[in-house]
C-alpha cells in the first residue's frame, strides 16, 4: 500500500517539473530567439516478483512478474526548430534564415553562440550584442576584403576577431547595413568631394597674387595711302620723302602707349611735338599678337597723345577652395610667370621699316588692372594644371558620394549536434562534449542560414500545443494526488478494521 504511495508521489514530482517547463515556455512566448522545451518521463524500476521461463514439451513459457516504482523525467529536450521572423526595421538587428548561431566573446573571453541579433555599435566602435559581449567575425584581406577562410571555407572560432571599427568613423558613417553573408557595409560621408560647377559662374574682386605677369607683344604699324604718281625717297640723311607730300621728318617723334582693358578700342596715334594727325582703327590677330593700323597720312605736327590697345592676355585658371564659409584663398601656385615682349615697328607701304624712338615718360611702364573676372570653369581643371598650377581644386567641397565600404564580415557557426549544446541563459549557448566542436563559416554556405537584416527571430513556443500539455499535466497530477488519497483511505479502512 505504501509502495502505490510512494509511486503517487514519483508521478506528481515528474508532472510537476513537466508543468514547470511548460511554464517556461509559455513565459517565453514573446522571447527572440527563444527555443521551446519539452519533457519525457520514464518508469523508475521494477521489482521482480518472478522469473520468465522457457516453453517445455508438455508446458508454455511464463513472462516475467514485475511490480513498477513510479515515474521520472526522463528527458528536457530543446526543440530547435527555426521560427518565423519579425521585422524590426533596424539596420543592426539580424535573423538567421536556417541553421547556425552567432559567436560572441564575453569580458572574460569566453565564446557563446546565440540567435538573437540584437546588434549595435558600443562608444569604442566595437560591435556588440545586447549584453555587450562583442560579437566575432572574419579578418579581412587589406586588398581583396574578403573573409580569410580555410581551403574548405570554414575556420576555427579561435581565429575568429572582435568586429571593431574606428569610433571616429562612426560619426561619419550615414548608414551601417548587414548583408545576407554577414558583411557589414558602411556609407561614409566625412570625406569631402570636389563638385564642380554646371553652370559658368564670375567673381568680380581684386585678388592677390604671389607671381608677376607682364603682357608683352609685338605691335606692328603699317603706313599705306593710295599714290597718284610714283614713289620717290629723296631727302636729307634723317628724313624720309614721299611725292604725296606724306613724310616723317627728321625731327625726333615721340609717342607714349598707354594701356586699356576696353574691348576693341579706336586705337588713336598722336605725337608729343603736334596736333593729332588721324584716329584710325585696327585689329589685333590673336594668334599673332600683330596690330595693323591703317591712314596715317603724316606723323610731322603731331600732338601730345595715347596709342590705346586692347589687351588679351592668355587665359588662366585660379581655384578657390569655399570652406565653412571662409574667405576665399587662392590656392595653387603658378610656376612660371608669363610675360610678353613688346616691339612696336612702324613701316612705309614698300614694308621699309621706320624707327621710333619710344620713351616710358620718364619712367618703368605700368599697367593698370581694372576689374578682374574669374570664370570657375570645371572643364579646364585639368589644362590649369597642365599650365603649370599645382594642387589646385576648383568648385565646392560637401559630402562624400556615399560608396559603401566593406568594413566586417560576422561569422555563423554550425554544430554536428546543436540539440547538444547546453543552455546558458539570456539566449545563450556553451559548446558541449556531445554538441561537437563549433565550425565558423559565411552565412548562408556550409548549410548555415544567410543573413536577414532589419529582422529578429520569434519564440518558436506554440501556445495551443503548450495549452494542451498543460491539460494534460494537470490531470495527470491529479490523478497522481487522487492516487494518494485512495491509498490514504486503504489504509484508514485497515486500521479500523481493528476497532
Excluded: C
Amino acid at each position: 500500500m505504501l509502495g502505490s504511495m510512494y509511486s503517487a508521489v514519483s508521478g506528481l514530482s515528474a508532472h510537476q517539473t513537466k508543468m514547470n517547463v511548460i511554464g517556461n515556455n509559455i513565459a517565453n512566448v514573446n522571447t527572440y530567439g527563444f527555443k521551446a522545451s519539452r519533457v519525457t518521463f520514464s518508469d523508475v524500476f521494477y521489482q521482480t516478483m518472478g522469473s520468465a521461463s522457457s516453453p517445455s514439451t508438455n508446458k508454455g513459457g511464463t513472462n516475467p512478474t514485475q511490480l513498477g516504482y513510479g515515474a521520472k523525467v526522463n528527458s528536457i529536450d530543446v526543440i530547435n526548430t527555426r521560427a518565423g521572423s519579425a521585422t524590426t526595421d533596424r539596420a543592426l538587428d539580424v535573423y538567421i534564415n536556417g541553421d547556425g548561431y552567432l559567436p560572441v566573446k564575453n569580458s572574460d573571453g569566453a565564446i557563446s553562440y546565440t540567435r538573437v541579433g540584437v546588434l549595435s555599435f558600443d562608444v569604442a566602435g566595437n560591435l556588440v550584442d545586447s549584453n555587450g559581449n562583442q560579437v566575432l567575425g572574419f579578418k579581412l584581406d587589406s586588398n581583396t576584403k574578403k573573409a580569410q577562410l580555410n581551403s574548405d571555407g570554414t575556420a576555427s572560432p579561435q581565429n575568429l576577431i572582435a568586429i571593431k571599427v574606428d569610433p571616429n568613423d562612426l560619426d561619419k558613417y550615414t548608414g551601417i547595413a548587414i548583408g545576407q553573408n554577414g558583411e557589414v557595409t558602411a556609407i561614409k560621408e566625412g570625406d569631402p568631394t570636389f563638385i564642380p560647377s554646371s553652370n559658368t559662374g564670375w567673381i568680380n574682386g581684386t585678388p592677390t597674387v604671389s607671381s608677376t605677369s607682364l603682357y608683352n607683344g609685338t605691335l606692328n604699324m603699317t603706313i599705306s595711302r593710295s599714290f597718284t604718281s610714283s614713289s620717290l625717297y629723296t631727302g636729307p640723311k634723317d628724313a624720309v620723302f614721299i611725292s604725296s607730300n606724306a613724310a616723317i621728318n627728321g625731327a625726333p617723334d615721340e609717342i607714349t602707349v598707354a594701356y586699356d582693358s576696353t574691348s576693341n578700342p579706336p586705337y588713336i596715334l598722336n605725337y608729343m611735338n603736334g596736333a593729332i594727325v588721324r584716329t584710325v582703327t585696327g585689329t589685333l590677330d590673336p594668334a599673332t599678337n600683330t596690330v595693323t593700323f591703317n591712314g596715317i597720312d603724316d606723323l610731322d605736327g603731331g600732338t601730345s597723345g595715347i596709342v590705346r590697345i586692347p589687351i588679351h592676355p592668355t587665359d588662366n585658371t585660379l581655384g578657390y577652395n569655399f570652406v565653412d564659409g571662409a574667405p576665399a584663398e587662392v590656392i595653387g601656385t603658378l610656376d612660371t610667370p608669363i610675360s610678353y615682349d613688346i616691339e612696336l615697328i612702324t613701316t612705309d607701304k614698300s614694308g621699309s621699316n621706320v624707327t621710333l624712338n619710344t620713351k616710358w615718360n620718364g619712367s618703368d611702364p605700368s599697367i593698370t588692372l581694372g576689374d578682374i573676372s574669374i570664370e570657375l570653369d570645371s572643364s579646364k581643371f585639368q589644362e590649369a594644371l597642365d599650365s603649370g598650377f599645382t594642387n589646385v581644386t576648383i568648385g565646392t567641397v560637401g559630402p562624400g558620394p556615399g560608396k559603401p565600404e566593406k568594413i566586417a564580415n560576422i561569422a555563423v557557426v554550425k554544430f554536428i549536434n546543436p540539440d547538444g549544446l547546453s543552455q546558458n541563459g539570456e539566449g545563450y549557448y556553451i559548446e558541449t562534449t556531445n554538441s561537437g566542436q563549433a565550425v565558423a563559416t559565411i552565412p548562408g554556405s556550409g548549410g548555415t542560414g544567410s543573413f536577414r537584416a532589419g529582422a529578429l527571430e520569434m519564440s518558436n513556443v506554440d501556445l495551443s500545443r503548450e495549452f494542451t500539455e498543460m491539460i494534460i499535466t494537470q490531470r495527470g497530477f491529479q490523478a497522481n494526488t487522487r492516487m494518494i488519497t485512495v491509498s490514504d483511505e486503504m489504509l484508514s479502512e485497515l486500521v479500523s478494521m481493528k476497532r
